[in-house]
């Protein structure tokens, strides 16, 4: 008898919260997402208000991000996972999850970002190549865009209604 190896998910995976703990991204099911990496000394931090914004318009109809602070672009994600999550909380009121600090690329990338990079190419090809890098997640699971950090979270809108519409 021959077995179909079971093809991952995003749901398969567990990240950290800030508290370290676990967090299955099961918990998510039927929700469309966003996955972004994030830092905040960065030149794209002022997105952080357009996260928000797009968090609060669409939240009540599906819609969750994912904010996952790295570090790994020009050191511009210092202090601790409770300082970054302070921060965000802080300057642009952001109510979105923050998860503990990553890595996207290299040998410690993530597991989640491994996976979300081997099944959406982008400029340079796998790589991530900055922070606020955003990966747009249907109902389903299924990687539908990713998106460069010069995109600015508003322009993705359209695509996310077209997502929450999809299934009734």
Request: with cysteine.
């Amino acid at each position: 008898m021959l077995y179909k190896k079971k093809l991952m998910s995003i749901y398969d995976f567990k990240v950290k919260d800030v508290q370290g703990n676990d967090v299955s991204l099961d918990a998510y099911k039927g929700k469309v997402l966003l996955i972004v990496n994030t830092a905040t000394k960065c030149g794209f931090t002022p997105q952080y208000k357009d996260l928000q914004d797009l968090y609060l318009r669409y939240k009540d109809k599906g819609f969750e991000i994912l904010d996952f602070p790295c570090n790994q672009f020009g050191s511009q994600a210092p202090g601790t996972n409770e300082e970054i999550a302070d921060f965000c909380e802080m300057k642009y009121k952001t109510t979105f999850k923050t998860f503990g600090k990553i890595d996207v690329n290299g040998d410690n990338a993530d597991p989640l970002y491994k996976y979300l990079k081997s099944n959406s190419k982008g400029f340079l090809g796998e790589a991530i190549k900055w922070n606020f890098t955003k990966f747009l997640i249907d109902k389903q699971g299924n990687i539908t865009d990713r998106y460069a950090p010069i995109t600015n979270p508003a322009k993705i809108s359209g695509d996310i209604e077209k997502l929450l519409d999809d299934i009734k």
